[in-house]
């Protein structure tokens, strides 16, 4: 018997989310980002299970980009962060890996190096979210330059919004009329300038625009958006986190339980322990009442998550025992769901932060 936490990654519904991205924005295609280890889904056996639908995936680096081709992955794949040192351009170049150039040093490394191809290279344009790439005077020189060098193909402009996941688009609109000027001023110059421009919100709330746009965590079945929207009933989630009761206990009135003692029992409180913490990635920071499924039914966290164990009241739960089900987010056996976008709000945290927080040693099990 091994301990019973487990991360189940529902390969079907990472199909079918990704479609959903597709048909979202049909007349540009959908890259799959799979960094972070595909959001903690595991990045090889996400982009296996898109090989057939994804023309390309994204990653953040090269070590990411690497470990994918290792595997039999033979797609593009972009390079969100571009390269981190100069050296890395040949086995970019050898690759055929589709890098993103952020910074001035980027351009001039490209512009400088003996490759034995010319690289695709996107550029990235600052259009206000004031992280990485160029404002557009320094945008239009370093794509001159680059068109001229013969040392980059197939460019691209890419940039990425400040708050698409908000309910107010206005600065995400001030960003498009950035975009927008310039592209008109490259094209005014003779310039093909096709662009990727969408996460998961942009995805979700932009009708149109874009050549390309990479999704994101919409493709694990999280809803990305602040607002309710009618997509977060369309996707379906990929990780289903679950555990079991390990031990079961009668807690008298006025009694504490766990670290801190910070849940005292209001009542005779009967307390499941679960064998899942912080150290597998569930937050510690989750307020009391966090809201887990024991056999398919809500039950409230009681008292401060530790680094293998949780408790939970179950006082209501008559059935519970040890080995009952516990579903800390995604779906029950009895179809019974948690959002792991509400455990994050529990958490004060989002849904982002939770999935790739999930720790190594939490097995994943696959279902095609
Ligand atoms: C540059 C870039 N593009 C795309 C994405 C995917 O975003 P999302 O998960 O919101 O779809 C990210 C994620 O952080 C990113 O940094």
Known sequence: MSRPLRALIDLAALRHNYQCACDLFPQSRAIAVLKANAYGHDALRCAKALEGQAPAFAVASIEEALALRAGGIQQPIVLLEGFFEADELPEIARQGFWTALHSQWQVDALLNADLPAPVHAWLKFDSGMHRLGFSAK???????????????????????????????????????????????QLESEGFQ???????????????????????????????????????????????????????????????????????????????????????????????????????????????????????????????????????????APDGAELSVSEVANWCDTINYTLLTGVTPRVPRIFST
């Open 138 to 184: 320094e945008f239009m020189s370093n794509w001159r330059a680059l068109a001229a060098s013969g040392k980059a193909m197939d460019m691209h402009l890419i940039t990425h919004f400040a708050t698409a996941d908000l309910v107010d688009h206005r600065y995400r609109d001030i960003q498009l009329e950035h975009i927008a000027a310039l592209r008109a």
């Open 193 to 331: 300038v096709p662009c990727c421009l969408a996460n998961s919100p942009a995805t979700l709330t932009l009708q149109g625009a874009g050549t390309w746009h990479r999704p994101g965590v919409m493709l694990y079945g999280a809803d990305p958006l602040e607002q309710a929207n009618p997509y977060s009933q369309t996707l379906r989630p990929v990780m289903t986190l679950e555990s079991e009761l390990i031990a079961v206990r009668e807690v008298a009135a006025g009694e504490p339980v766990g670290y801190g003692g910070r849940f005292v029992a209001p009542r005779a409180t009967r307390i499941g322990v679960v064998a899942c913490g912080y150290g597998d990635g569930y937050d510690r920071h989750a307020r009391e009442g966090t809201p887990l499924l024991v056999g398919g039914k809500r039950a409230p966290l009681a008292g401060r998550v530790s680094m293998d164990m949780m408790t939970v009241d179950i006082s209501h739960l008559e059935d519970a025992h040890v080995g009952s089900r516990v579903t800390l987010w995604g779906r």
